[in-house]
């Protein structure tokens, strides 16, 4: 007799689950180190992972905690908290204390708690990081995609705003924004987020501010929102993409005193899910907060070389037609092939996605169609300018505060040779 249990046919999944496939970041990174596996060039412009080392002084930290076993606070490791605190007392000019911060196995993973414990729809500017609507849909709630503009820089206009919360009054709202931007690179300026709190203020809304890539601001002048809309806003960041940490898998929010019980019930969540975060990757993560000499000569030079690679490669980019707004901090461009709109589709290449998937086949450059960020129109992909050896360009930016950034920079050439292989394929159409 078959002792087996006779599980149920077809399995009693989520509908949820089923309509959300898998992140498209990850995937796009898969199919990349799959096709260098078989021995084809790929320029890995996809996945956003930071191209630079960990801070020394964070990895000898880590190496020094490495024997703590004991679980932390279910809101984080004080200490930590504390540090962040003044990092935001020194960053934005905010008095938060450490009571108003919960640490989390990155912010990713804090997000999906918040959406949980709000009843909320969730505003998402158009184009948004590829997880905010998935996450959203996995919880079964509504999503409402709000139009931005390349003439508008890809920014979200407190106009725009204002005209949805006018047609959608009754439902409470989360609104995300995201600056610097993914996928676009765009950064808010304090004339623009003074405008869009004031819509937030009168309308009540939820702001999550998304802040992970705010230390990459390329002219170091990054601004929260929640300097004008204090009462409503939520901050988000970590050591991702700022500290090249994204592994370590540690992010926080920083509440109001308004929103507290947002903040009592994701600690609630938190104890009956991850329980508490990594000890020794919290307390090696302090340093990140910081204000050392060795943090800020780290940020600063990872900041520098950003700078140079978003401004000449959007400018390479344009030159072959492929219309790009020059970013303004972090690493991605928003490209916009709609020059080659007739011979793409004499190519029989109609979508985004069609053509994601051309490039990879014929020219080995890997990024994602703009229908991952909510961009359902267009022939628009997001490119990641990361493909590049950041530990050797970071030491030699680092040891030379005068070593030449350029086309012609060793560690930059693959990258920078994009647009060339671009521009021939497209024009060979």
Known sequence: MNS??????????SQHILEVPKSATLAINEKSKQLILEGKDVIRLGLGQSPFPVPDSMVSALQAYAAIKDYMAVQGYLPLREAISGFIQHTEGLERSADQIIIGPGSKELLFGLQMVLDCDLL??????????????????NVHWLNCYSEDGWKLTADTLEQHCQNHKGRPQLLILNSPNNPSGACFLESELIALAAVARKFNLIILSDEIYSELHFRGEHQSIARYYPEGTIISNGISKWAGAG???LGFFCFPNELRAVLDSMITLASETYTSVSAPIQMASILAFEDSSSILD???????IMAHIGRHLSALLNQQNIQVVTPEGGFYVLADFSYFRDALTTAGITNANQLAQALLEHTGVAALPGDDFGLKQGLLLRMAFVDFDGHKLLNQVLQDTEYPLNADTPELVHLFSVADKLGEWLNNL
């Open 4 to 13: 087996r249990t006779h599980l149920s046919n077809p399995l009693p999944l």
């Open 124 to 141: 998402l500017p158009a184009p948004s990081w590829v997880s905010y609507d998935p996450q959203a849909r996995l919880l079964g709630r």
């Open 298 to 304: 780290y940020i600063h030079a990872c900041r520098k």
């Open 247 to 249: 592994g370590w898998r």
